[in-house]
């Protein structure tokens, strides 16, 4: 049930299982939408109630995660969102890549789904 409470977390994942995944993990303490390509994604992040931040995969078809995030910080509305790029590429100049587009925190897959609920709590809550 959504609450006018709950904090808003946008998941542009094309995997569709690790979406559904992350969504349903995060469910309980946030307001979870879920978009599988960049572009859905990147109209979704700007219908309203906006999010309060967003999950993005690099490596998805339509519109990459990078691409998305720029476009994204390019929005008045969303400059301030929070970003979290969670993805298998995991080079040093991907990651500097990210960061530079925008994001907040990098992570890898695999990846800890508790980890990931610190990362949105530490995002969304500063905490």
Do not use: C
């Amino acid at each position: 049930m959504v609450t006018a409470t709950k904090k808003r977390v946008l998941v542009v994942e094309d995997e569709e299982d690790t979406a559904a995944m992350i969504a349903r993990f995060l469910s309980d303490e946030f307001d979870t939408v879920v978009a599988t390509n960049g572009i859905e994604g990147l109209a979704l992040a700007q219908q309203e109630p906006l999010p309060d931040l967003v999950i993005v995969d690099i490596m998805m078809p339509k519109l990459d995660g990078v691409s998305m995030t720029r476009r994204l910080r390019e929005n008045d509305q969303m400059r301030r969102v929070p970003i979290i790029f969670l993805t298998a590429k995991s080079d040093p100049m991907d990651v500097i890549a990210g960061i530079q587009a925008g994001a907040r925190h990098y992570i890898t897959k695999p990846f800890v789904l508790d980890d990931l609920r610190k990362k949105v709590r530490k995002a969304v809550y500063g905490r």
